[in-house]
């Protein structure tokens, strides 16, 4: 517990004691909400050590299976877009809309999924995904930046803008197939 102190005025010739109960009750309040904060950064950086131990514990197995499903959910939400664009589908304003929404999400997740530990596993990726990485980052960067533009292009109701964004979203992907994943 905090030391109380006496401290003594001097003014026009009085001298007196300071109140030591306010002070104590200072100090203790003091005291207590310096314990919370310290209690609530122990807390917060515990926490986020764990995350980051749980993350690079990650076994490079369920690493690789993550990623393939977000581009596999990437595909599936993409391919009517893809048809749509191509005439082969009835243009459909609220699917794509959705569908670019769902886009935007899925396009952001596989990344982290692509670290050096996955190198060995057995996958389509191609060994440049691993050494190239500036132009693999630059490549995922790309696909993220045109699949927002579809989200904004998609609400603008341009029919003909969103087919060629959806186009500009399709080329992303080859590019990047092209450059980081086997020929299947």
Not at 66 to 83: C, D, E, T, V, W
Not at 102 to 110: A, C, E, Q, T, V
Not at 117 to 127: E, I, Q, S
Request: with cysteine; glycine share 8%; charged share 20%.
């Amino acid at each position: 517990m905090p030391r109380a102190s006496v401290f003594r005025v001097q003014a026009g010739g009085y001298a007196g004691a300071v109140d030591t109960k306010l002070l104590i009750g200072i100090n203790h309040e003091e005291t207590r909400m310096n314990r919370q904060l310290l209690t609530a950064a122990l807390a917060l950086t515990l926490g986020a050590g764990y995350s980051l131990t749980a993350f690079a514990q990650a076994k490079p197995e369920t690493l690789v299976k993550q990623r393939q499903a977000a581009m596999a959910l990437q595909g599936k939400y993409f391919g009517p877009l893809g048809g749509m664009a191509q005439g082969k589908v009835p243009y459909d304003a609220a699917v794509v809309q959705r569908n670019a929404v769902y886009l935007d999400s899925l396009s952001r997740m596989p990344w982290d999924g692509f670290t050096a530990n996955t190198r060995d596993v057995k996958t389509g990726a191609l060994p440049a995904v691993y050494t190239d990485t500036a132009k693999f980052k630059e490549a995922a960067d790309h696909l993220q930046s045109d699949v927002s533009k579809l989200v904004a292009v998609s609400k603008s109701g341009d029919e003909a803008a969103v087919k060629a964004q959806i186009g500009a979203v399709g080329k992303a992907c080859a590019n990047c197939h092209d450059s980081f994943r086997e020929k299947q």
